[in-house]
């Protein structure tokens, strides 16, 4: 098994890890992000510090959250050099990022995302959307395409109406393999989120939740079929939406009436 090196750390399958390197590719990722003094920067994921390092020459001060115990001690390095790090050791999955906003403020949150994790992360992240101004991730490209998709679009699934529905999105720019060590199998994004309340009632996030789960399990089935048990006649009715239509032509507002017509059932 090829194992690729850096630095002395070893890349750690289990964990996702693809070391970014290309300097031209940090300075374009940093100057999106446009970090500054007095904000309140959370980094998942630091790994080697290749974006740690200039975000803290512009912030000062900057949190980060590193899964990977062998590349603490790096990080730890960094302090003398940088005071303003703090460096939480955990699973940021499992973490309540409320801990890093003060009272009355927000956090900004930045990080190479694991692509083994990165949809379940963003969820994690966006139920916490009440202290989160903004959030810039290196995601697997394919992953942004279906973020930032439309109804009708190939990429429109589940993840592009539950996030268009609480956040503006924006695919900035791709990344090659080339950039990383070792280089992924895939092309990478950055994207850039904004939480935000919907353009329109969302009564139950649960059920909003489910419907679309469900309608995009079975997406090549009409919505009556799709959604059966959930959704009847009735529902469709009142929703003003053709139950012979299938989920990539619904938008997510289309998906919010359905689930505020099944409550009223």
């Known amino acids: 098994m090829s194992r690729t090196t850096i630095g ?27 970090p500054r003094p007095g904000q309140i920067l959370v980094e998942i994921g630091p ?60 956090i900004r949150v930045i990080g190479n995302l694991p692509y083994n994790i990165s949809t379940p992360l963003l969820f994690h992240l966006i139920d916490q959307a009440d202290v989160i101004d903004d959030m ?64 329109f009632e969302v009564e139950d996030w649960g059920r909003f939740d489910r419907v679309v789960a469900q309608a995009f399990s079975q997406r090549r089935k009409t919505l009556s079929n799709a959604l059966k048990g959930l959704i009847d006649a009735a529902d469709f009715a009142r929703a003003e939406i053709e139950p012979t239509r299938r989920a990539e032509t619904l938008s997510a507002a289309d998906f919010a009436r359905l689930a505020r017509t099944a409550a009223q059932s």
């Open 8 to 34: 002395g750390h070893t890349a750690k399958k289990r964990f996702g890890q693809n070391f970014l390197h290309d300097p031209n590719v940090i300075e374009r990722i940093v100057r999106a992000i446009h």
């Open 47 to 106: 790994g080697l510090g290749a974006l740690t390092v200039p975000v803290l020459e512009r912030s000062g001060v900057l949190r980060v959250v590193e899964i990977d115990r062998d590349v603490i001690p790096g990080l730890e390095a960094l302090q003398s050099r940088f005071p303003g790090l703090q460096i939480t050791q955990g699973d940021a999955l499992k973490l309540d990022f409320h801990q890093f906003a003060p009272a009355g403020q927000r």
């Open 136 to 199: 810039h991730f290196m995601l697997q490209k394919e992953v942004v395409e279906r973020m930032c998709a439309g109804p009708g679009d190939p990429a429109y699934g589940r993840l592009s109406v539950s996030i268009s529905a609480r956040c503006d999105v924006a695919h900035l720019f791709n990344v090659g393999p080339g950039a990383f060590r070792p280089p992924p199998k895939v092309d990478s994004a950055i994207v850039r989120l904004v939480p935000r309340p919907p353009p």
